[in-house]
């Protein structure tokens, strides 16, 4: 069986390698022309964690009837894009096996309203970077966690089976839990980098910043008792330091112009804490500032 991830982004591209190094046929889904023929005639350059370069050839298109059936879906593209993406796999009528590997949890809805047979939700605690369409910086080994949606579970034993010391690939039996690990993950690093307009390992170095990271560790475990043993505050550290001089994904949205991702992480974390009647004081005053930035961008 191939694998198709739509979206080379850092995650997409950094997937797309380690697959491909496996063995496995990959195709890589874009949206634009140049990124696909590059990536068609040049494959994907990884710069690897001891500063030597790999590169592994891979297939590429923009266009969705070109890719074959009876592939692995891995759905790499930013949360914004979703719904988009599965209704036009929904208009093509391909009703693949899908994995998620989004930011948040606002995507679970929408994944859990189509009609594919097979759901799996992935996380990616990898440092990555990309510098160009067709190179990404392997800066940090992490773990891909896959947690069980539905369907049959081995239809995404191909993605475990790649797995390497550099590549380490874990399963977990309930998506629900892993994806919420991930989201408090997120909550800690994405809204302070953002504001702050800091790196990740910023958030330990700079006394300032720690407080204020401790701080909002502090407000999630008290709204989430239950994640305190999963989740300690040496855990989200040790993710701080794997990624240390990366910018977090909400902070290059913003450097870029693009989108945050606040919905989907922040907005959807608050939500989740008032349905159990707890107040977030903390990460809503964050929200507010994220959004008024965001605002204020659209002005200029």
């Not at 069986?1 to 890589?28: D, K």
């Not at 839990?177 to 990740?200: D, Q, S």
């Amino acid at each position: 069986m191939g694998v198709v991830i739509a979206g080379a982004g850092s995650v997409g591209l950094l997937l797309g390698s380690f697959l491909a190094e496996s063995g496995i046929e990959v195709t890589m889904f874009v949206r634009r022309e140049e990124q696909a023929t590059l990536l068609a005639s040049d494959g994907i350059r990884r710069i690897n964690e001891n500063g030597t370069e790999s590169v592994f050839r891979v297939n590429a298109t923009t266009d969705i009837t070109e890719i074959p059936a009876n592939r692995l879906w891995i759905i790499a593209v930013k949360y914004s894009n979703v719904k988009g993406l599965l209704l036009e796999l929904e208009e093509t009528g391909v009703k693949e096996s899908l994995m998620f590997i989004q930011n948040g949890i606002g995507h679970v809805a929408l994944a859990n309203a189509t009609q594919s047979p097979n759901l799996a939700f992935a996380t990616v605690e990898h440092g990555a970077l990309r510098t160009d369409d067709r190179t990404v910086v392997h800066n940090g080994i992490g773990m891909l966690t896959i947690g069980a949606g539905r369907g049959s579970a081995h239809e995404f034993n191909i993605i475990e089976e790649a797995g390497s010391r550099s590549f380490p690939v874990t399963r977990h039996g309930d998506a629900e839990f892993v994806l919420m690990r991930k989201v408090l993950i997120n909550c800690m690093i994405n809204p302070l980098t953002a504001i702050l307009e800091v790196k990740n390992g910023e958030l330990l170095s700079n006394d300032s910043c720690y407080v204020l990271f401790e701080r909002l560790y502090k407000e999630l475990m008290n709204a989430f008792p239950e994640m305190h043993t999963e989740l300690s505050l040496e855990d989200v550290s040790a993710v701080c330091q794997r990624t240390a001089e990366n910018q977090s994904s909400m902070l290059s949205d913003r450097s870029a112009g693009r989108p945050m991702e606040i919905e989907t992480i922040v907005t959807a974390v608050i939500r989740k804490a008032r349905e159990i009647q707890k107040e977030m004081p903390l990460l809503s005053t964050f929200e507010k500032m994220l959004y008024a930035i965001e605002e204020k961008a659209k002005k200029q």
